[in-house]
């Protein structure tokens, strides 16, 4: 069963603007990473925020994480065309066993 | 550097046909982990191998099968083949089995059975 559950399951915007989406879990992590996939290809790997931090940022990435409400949040400040692309977040829960959302599908319109 | 790398890319098979799929892990890594991206959903925790040994298994048949080599590249074995092994199969590395590591993914592996 999938652990995390990403919301919304699809989100279009317009460049330029900013996209949030965020990401619920059931059990207590050791950390939480988001990837990006483009067109059913593999899987990259974007940020890690560990249990015991609460935001993280890199380039136009911000990343919350709550773990007393077991959630996080991915901000994509600033989107653009090529950010078009399905986002998960997994939990790791032991040992790098990663435990996939069913994603969001961002499009970024031009 | 080379990063993960898989083969074949895609792969048509019959049902209850035997599959073999490969991975070769970035170098220097120890972990290689598989899952199982079914379309429209999120990848699903196959297997994972450290140091050639078995350290994690996700709720697969026992058709799934897999091995870690000393070169630390890997193997996924599924026999019998059914129409809904169709998906895409991804390989991870890591350098070691802790938590605390990011993953890193091959292109993956394109499975239709017919």
């Known amino acids: 069963s999938q652990q995390g559950e990403e919301d919304p399951q699809a989100l279009s915007i317009q460049e330029g603007e900013n996209a949030t989406m965020n990401c619920s879990y059931k059990?207590?992590?050791?950390?939480l990473q988001w990837y990006r996939q483009n067109s059913g290809r593999g899987l990259v790997h974007l940020i890690l925020?560990?249990?015991?931090?609460r935001e993280k940022h890199s380039g136009r990435l911000r990343v919350t994480l709550d773990t007393s409400k077991k959630s996080s949040s991915l901000l994509i400040t600033a989107s653009r065309a090529a950010d078009t692309a399905s986002y998960f977040c997994?939990?790791?829960?032991?040992?790098?066993?990663?435990?996939f959302g069913e994603g969001t599908q961002l499009t970024v319109n031009p | 550097d080379a990063g993960v790398t898989q083969s074949p890319t895609h792969l048509i098979k019959t049902r209850g046909q035997h599959v073999t799929l490969r991975c070769s892990p970035i170098?220097?890594?120890?972990?290689v982990s598989w899952y199982q991206q079914v379309l429209g959903q999120g990848p699903q925790f196959i297997f994972q191998?450290?140091?050639?040994?078995?350290?994690g298994r996700g709720n697969f048949p026992d058709r799934f099968s897999a091995r870690q080599f000393p070169n630390y590249s890997s193997e996924l074995n599924v026999n019998a083949l059914l129409l809904g092994d169709s998906a895409l199969y991804l390989c991870?590395?890591?350098?070691?089995?802790?938590?605390?590591?990011?993953?890193?993914f091959g292109p993956g592996t394109r499975l239709t059975v017919l």
């Open positions: 191998y450290y140091e050639k040994e078995e350290r």
């Open positions: 997994a939990t790791d829960v032991s040992g790098s066993r990663l435990t």
């Open positions: 170098s220097g890594h120890k972990s």
């Open positions: 925020i560990r249990s015991n931090e």
């Open positions: 991870a590395s890591s350098p070691s089995d802790r938590s605390y590591n990011e993953q890193f």
């Open positions: 059990t207590s992590i050791n950390n």
